[in-house]
C-alpha cells in the first residue's frame, strides 16, 4: 500500500437543517461540500471533492456520516464513505474520523485503501480537512 495525505478547503454549497422537537439543541442535517484536494501525490493533487454527508447532533456534537467522489484532472474519479464525530466546544467545531476507498474509474477503478481525516468549520459555510491514510491500485 501506498501512504497518502493531503488537505482540501471547501465550501458548503448546499445545507438542509432540521430541529427536532423532543429534546433541546437536537439537530439533524444534510449537506453537500466541495472544495480542490492539495497532495505530494501525483494521483490526487488537482482533484476537487464533493461530499455529500449527514449530521445527528446535541448542541453541535455527534455523529456524522456521508459519501464522497473525487474527480480527477484527467477525467478519472474516486470515491468512498465516511465516518466520524463532530463536537462543537468554546465556538470551535472540529470533525473527525475514517474514510473507506470504495470505487472508481479509468485509474482508480480498483482502489482499495482508507485512513484518518481531521478538520474544523472556521465560518458555517468553510471547511477546513486533512486527511491520511493508504491505498492500493
Known amino acids: 500500500m501506498t501512504k497518502i495525505s493531503g488537505s482540501f478547503s471547501g465550501k458548503v454549497n448546499w445545507q438542509t437543517v432540521v430541529s427536532l422537537p ?16 492539495e497532495s505530494s501525490d501525483p494521483n490526487w493533487e488537482g482533484a476537487t471533492i464533493t461530499y ?37 466546544s468554546d465556538g ?8 473507506e476507498y470504495t470505487g472508481g474509474t479509468g485509474r482508480f477503478e480498483k482502489i482499495r485503501g482508507g485512513g484518518t481525516y481531521k478538520g474544523l468549520l472556521p465560518t458555517p459555510d468553510q471547511v477546513e480537512n486533512a486527511w491520511e491514510g493508504e491505498y492500493e491500485l
Not at 423532543?22 to 472544495?35: I, R, T
Not at 467522489?69 to 465516511?82: I, L
Not at 472540529?94 to 474514510?99: K, P, Q, S
Open 92 to 99: 470551535q467545531t472540529v470533525m473527525e474520523g475514517t474514510f
Open 52 to 88: 455529500w454527508g449527514s449530521a445527528d447532533l446535541v448542541n453541535g456534537t455527534g455523529k456524522q456520516s456521508g459519501y464522497w467522489v473525487n474527480n480527477h484532472p484527467n477525467g478519472d474519479q474516486d470515491w468512498g464513505t465516511f465516518g466520524g464525530r463532530i463536537t462543537t
Open 22 to 37: 423532543h429534546a433541546p439543541g437536537h439537530v439533524f442535517s444534510l449537506g453537500e461540500v466541495g472544495g480542490p484536494q
